[in-house]
T-cell receptor, first 113, second 113 residues
Framework: DQQVKQNSPSLSVQEGRISILNCDYT??????FLWYKKYPAEGPTFLIS?????DKNEDGRFTVFLNKSAKHLSLHIVPSQPGDSAVYFC????????????FGTGTRLKVLA | NAGVTQTPKFQVLKTGQSMTLQCAQD?????MYWYRQDPGMGLRLIYY???????DKGEVPNGYNVSRLNKREFSLRLESAAPSQTSVYFC????????????FGQGTRLTVV
């Protein structure tokens, strides 16, 4: 049972345009969401997070939106740069009880110069 | 500041052999995790240690054992390797409080032949 889903395995975007990566979840107990970026042969690195009490969090070119009623979050990258080409994972967790992060399957973003 | 360090980076095992993957963090984090990454499967939690002296099973614990040697170190052992354990293994750590990001090591690419 995949609790966190990233339905688009890959995405190509022109440099300078907006990249939108999507993530859906099924567990209503999740109250904290994160996005990670992963380059080949490296470990995932934390990008941005959002608590369930918010619907938007912005950090520079990166913005995460959370729609709790739809159990959906998205990562917007504006403007996209070639260095953003990587695999992006969304992850979810509950902040009480357990410490487990549940990851999606990832979306490979390719930013074309 | 090294962060999370994993050894070895690469390993080839024969079916039935055993080995231990090592992980150490220098951030004074309380919680540590082992994940495996397989194509199309995202990152799946094998075991985690919420704090020194405790370990718990994750999503895919079968065939693995772990030891939280001290606050810094969390090892993953394969007692009798199987081809199905061919994967990239990541160690991660977090502060104990909820709502924080996990920091990952660079990964161990394991091939079982």
């Amino acid at each position: 049972d995949q609790q966190v889903k990233q339905n688009s395995p890959s995405l190509s975007v022109q440099e300078g345009r907006i990249s939108i990566l999507n993530c859906d979840y099924t567990n209503s107990m999740f109250d904290y969401f994160l996005w990670y970026k992963k380059y080949p042969a490296e470990g995932p690195t934390f990008l941005i997070s959002i608590s369930s009490i918010k619907d938007k969090n912005e950090d520079g070119r990166f913005t995460v939106f959370l729609n709790k009623s739809a159990k959906h979050l998205s990562l917007h990258i504006v403007p996209s740069q070639p260095g953003d080409s990587a695999v992006y994972f969304c992850a979810a967790k509950t902040t009480s009880g357990t410490y487990k992060y549940i990851f999606g399957t990832g979306t490979r973003l390719k930013v074309l110069a | 500041n090294a962060g999370v360090t994993q050894t070895p980076k690469f390993q080839v095992l024969k079916t039935g052999q055993s080995m231990t993957l090592q992980c150490a963090q220098d951030m004074n984090h309380n919680s540590m995790y082992w994940y495996r990454q397989d194509p199309g499967m995202g990152l799946r939690l094998i075991y985690y240690s919420a704090s020194e002296g405790t370990t718990d099973k994750g999503e895919v614990p079968n065939g693995y054992n772990v030891s939280r040697l001290n606050k810094r170190e969390f090892s993953l052992r394969l007692e009798s390797a199987a081809p199905s354990q061919t994967s990239v293994y990541f160690c991660a750590s977090t502060r104990i409080t909820g709502g924080t990001e996990a920091f990952f090591g660079q990964g161990t690419r394991l091939t079982v032949v």
